[in-house]
T-cell receptor
């Protein structure tokens, strides 16, 4: 079954802690994206990667970091510098004609 | 910079009634346009997309959308709504150059009354 998986489904962060959200795809897509979703604000782009070992900041990259060491994987780390991390995080990948396919999301909550 | 406006935050329709969700975009060239649907706590599912050609686009679940360049609009329609259509709907615009990521509207929440 081809698709995008995100784990965990729920993640709890303590103050001062870094946490990492996993995103894996087996669609053989070159491009991958991370979005943050807050109620009433739609989706906002955090980071994106168009090819392995390369990535760019999106609109709200502060307090986040990513890596792209493999085509299939694009993990997102929420660092302690992100002061308001509570949100729903969505990972996506796209083919060359720009259609993006989304994973099921990870909900991050602060303890 | 590209932008998307969905003027209706919340819409309620009766089951069996027709539906139109509005989307207006701002983009300098011919855009790539998308409609996605999201059920609570879930990811986004692609309903339909427009890249070029016929301005009336058919999608899944009986949805269609019409691209109107003169109005910078890409409204989503369905002739007869089912209770299972209750969800949040997002319009998005993409570019074929530069930053190839989508810009999303803030969404329209659809409620279906029996």
């Amino acid at each position: 079954d081809g698709g995008i998986t995100q784990s965990p489904k729920y993640l709890f962060r303590k103050e001062g802690q870094n946490v990492t959200l996993s995103c894996e795809q087996n669609l053989n897509h070159d491009a991958m994206y991370w979005y943050r979703q807050d109620p009433g604000q739609g989706l906002r782009l955090i980071y994106y990667s168009q090819i392995v070992n390369d990535f760019q900041k999106g609109d709200i990259a502060e307090g986040y970091s990513v890596s792209r060491e493999k085509k299939e994987s694009f993990p997102l780390t929420v660092t302690s510098a992100q002061k308001n991390p509570t949100a729903f995080y969505l990972c996506a990948s796209s083919d060359m004609v720009e259609t993006q396919y989304f994973g099921p999301g990870t909900r991050l909550l602060v303890l | 910079a590209q932008s998307v406006t969905q003027p209706d935050i919340h819409i309620t329709v009766s089951e069996g009634a027709s539906l139109e969700l509005r989307c207006n975009y701002s983009y300098g060239a011919t855009p790539y346009l998308f409609w996605y649907v999201q059920s609570p706590g879930q990811g986004l599912q692609l309903l339909l997309k427009y890249f070029s050609g016929d301005t009336l686009v058919q999608g899944i679940k009986g949805f269609e959308a019409e691209f109107k360049r003169s109005q910078s609009s890409f409204n989503l329609r369905k002739p007869s709504v089912h209770w299972s259509d209750a969800a949040e709907y997002f319009c998005a615009v993409g570019a074929d150059t530069g930053r190839r990521a989508l810009t999303f509207g803030s969404g329209t929440r659809l409620q279906v009354q029996p």
